[in-house]
């Protein structure tokens, strides 16, 4: 499994942002796949995850991260997408995608239920 985030970079607050995550082929429909961030100094946290297509493809969020953030699929393109709207300071951090086969529940909430990662996209909010 490989897993590619990328679309960061400096925004001004109030913007938003769509965030990609290229998986290599058949990961979506085998696993599920996960946004963490990290910000300076602070653990990786979870904002948000989407359950493999093979099992339904549901979104699971935290609550702290309803109602700004969402996260969608396109299969053909082997993409998941990670969509934020409002962004503040408090948003900047490295964005990661990770990769699970948990086969059922939530894709998991915690850096531990994940297997796989990519390597991460820098989000800079700027106020």
């Known amino acids: 499994v490989q897993l590619q985030a990328s679309g960061g970079g400096l925004v001004q607050a109030g913007d938003s942002l769509r965030l990609s995550c290229v998986a290599s082929?058949?990961?979506?429909?085998?696993?599920?796949i996960g946004w963490f961030r990290q910000a300076p100094g602070k653990e990786r946290e979870f904002v948000g995850g989407?359950?493999?297509?093979?099992?339904?493809?549901?979104?699971y969020y935290p609550s702290s991260a309803k109602g700004r953030f969402t996260i969608s699929r396109d299969g053909a393109k082997n993409t998941v997408y990670l969509q934020i709207n409002s962004l503040g300071p408090e948003d900047t951090a490295v964005y990661y995608c990770?990769?699970?086969?948990?086969?059922?529940?939530?894709?998991?909430?915690?850096?531990?239920?994940?297997?796989?990662w990519g390597q991460g996209t820098l989000v800079t909010v700027s106020s």
């Open positions: 989407i359950r493999r297509s093979g099992s339904g493809g549901s979104t």
């Open positions: 990770a990769a699970n086969r948990r086969p059922s529940g939530t894709p998991g909430y915690n850096t531990d239920d994940y297997n796989y």
């Open positions: 082929p058949r990961t979506l429909i085998t696993h599920n």
